[in-house]
């Protein structure tokens, strides 16, 4: 494709009187090459013809229809009109008419070390567990060297907020006095840009590192560029290919990839990696406290009738005794602690990302043991008469309803009924072919008692 420019070129040496043969020696085209754009029509003046009255008065209405999109306005005019109108034209008509602001060049912001840190989040769709799962992605990248520092959670309140901020001063040693964040509610009470008012909460945390929260213009989310950008790198380079078994490895592989991918890797706009620039911003950074100040929470909770105690939908066992008695509940990053009136009563890790789910210490819900049943009068009384019998016996009081009183009256009944012999000959051949049904037992021992004692085929033949 031939420039916009050599085209200008050559028709403005044709109009300076200049033939073919020195267009094509001055600016080292082919004559082929010069005859054909000489011979084209001159593009530029039409496409830069204003926009007519008539097509402006049309173009309003239809702009402010399509709200604002150039794309439905193109379609509008064709269908409506039936003026087909190129995008380019559309836009510049647009941009002429004053119905759109032209696009700004977009400025530069130079920080000296140590002297701003950025902080935002923004929504991940993470594999854990076989399951697609949404985050929050933190991150806080020092806005000199542009060191990065990313974690995950489930969602991000003003909690998780302290716990990152805690964790992402750690991860760089150090602060700088002042955090750009966005004008969302979890650091801002109301407000917004330089008429922001932070969460007391929040600022009051900022100052025990050091720091404090100043947020950006509203439609100014360029002034905090150095946080923005590296969302996009996190998600279409650490998050595809890998799988994670829960939080804790995915934040474990998060770290992992800070030190050893995203800070090694050299930026052309620093000439050297992150890393290699933070040993420069190191020692312009603020210290940190000697003793890192708390992240925790604390609700007042009753112990329901279940020995538990509830926490973010999620359950908490307490010992029984505690039942229905107001607890103090503290809630830490990765464990709660449970109290009654300052002593410590039990220490559950924390359910991160779960919901109605249940913490239970094996030692505070103690399933009470029955104690075992004394054996019934019947059963003493058929015990150690003989070891048929005793088999007999347990087997058929295992396989009664409870002790099992009925069947072993109706067994005792039997054996004082009738003859010793017999009637262990009777549970002998029972007990082999798993016999318990009394009543076809009692028909073994009439069978027995008829075959032994009483010949009653010979008794016939004598009364004949």
Not at 340 to 348: K, M, V
Request: charged share 25%; with cysteine.
């Amino acid at each position: 494709m031939i420039p916009e420019q050599i085209r200008s070129t050559v028709r403005i040496l044709q109009a300076q009187g200049c033939n073919l043969r020195e267009i094509s020696r001055l600016l080292k085209l082919s004559r082929n090459t010069v005859r054909h754009i000489l011979r084209a029509p001159d593009r530029s003046a039409a496409e830069a013809a204003p926009c007519d009255a008539q097509t402006l008065a049309l173009l309003k209405p239809c702009y402010e229809r399509a709200g604002g999109n150039v794309v439905r306005v193109q379609e509008l005019l064709a269908q409506e009109q039936g003026r087909k109108v190129s995008y380019s034209t559309l836009t510049r008509w647009i941009r002429q008419a004053g119905l759109r602001e032209p696009v700004q060049r977009s400025g530069e912001y130079h920080f000296e070390p140590g002297t701003e840190m950025q902080h935002d989040t923004s929504p991940h769709r993470v594999l854990i567990a076989g399951k697609t799962v949404s985050t929050q992605c933190a991150s806080l990248v020092l806005a000199y060297s542009r060191r990065l520092f990313i974690q995950y959670y489930p969602r991000f309140t003003r909690f998780e907020a302290k716990c990152f901020l805690a964790e992402a001063a750690r991860f760089m040693d150090g602060t700088c006095p002042r955090c750009v964040i966005d004008n969302s509610s979890v650091m801002v009470a109301a407000g917004a840009g330089a008429d922001a008012v932070i969460a007391p909460e929040m600022a009051a945390f900022a100052r025990t590192l050091g720091f404090g929260f100043r947020a950006h213009r509203l439609g100014h989310p360029d002034r905090k560029s150095r946080v923005e950008r590296p969302f996009a790198y996190v998600e279409h380079n650490f998050l595809p290919g890998r799988t994670f078994r829960d939080f804790e490895e995915l934040n474990r592989q998060a770290l992992a990839w800070c030190r050893e991918v995203a800070n090694q890797k050299p930026k052309r706009v620093l000439g050297m990696s992150p890393e290699a620039a933070y040993v420069i911003e190191k020692p312009h950074l603020q210290l940190l406290p000697s003793v890192m100040p708390p992240v925790y929470e604390v609700f007042e909770r009753v112990a329901d009738l279940y020995g538990y105690v509830s926490v973010e939908t999620n359950r908490y066992s307490v010992p029984e005794r505690f039942v229905g008695q107001t607890l103090s509940v503290y809630k830490y990053p990765d464990e709660i602690q449970i109290f009654c009136r300052g002593t410590p009563i039990a220490t559950h890790p924390r359910l991160i990302d779960k919901r109605d789910a249940r913490s239970t210490l094996p030692h505070h819900h103690v399933i009470p043991q029955r104690a075992p049943r004394a054996p019934a009068l019947e059963e003493k009384l058929l015990r150690a008469a003989h070891p048929i019998l005793d088999r007999y016996v347990a087997e058929l009081t295992e396989r009664a309803h409870g002790r099992g009183v009925r069947q072993l009256r109706r067994l005792l009944e039997m054996k004082r009924t009738y003859p010793a012999e017999p009637f262990l000959a009777a549970l002998t051949q029972a007990q082999q072919f798993g016999l318990f049904d009394l009543g076809r037992l009692e028909t073994l021992i009439l069978k027995q008692v008829a075959g032994d004692f009483f010949d009653l085929q010979a008794q016939a033949d004598d009364d004949a």
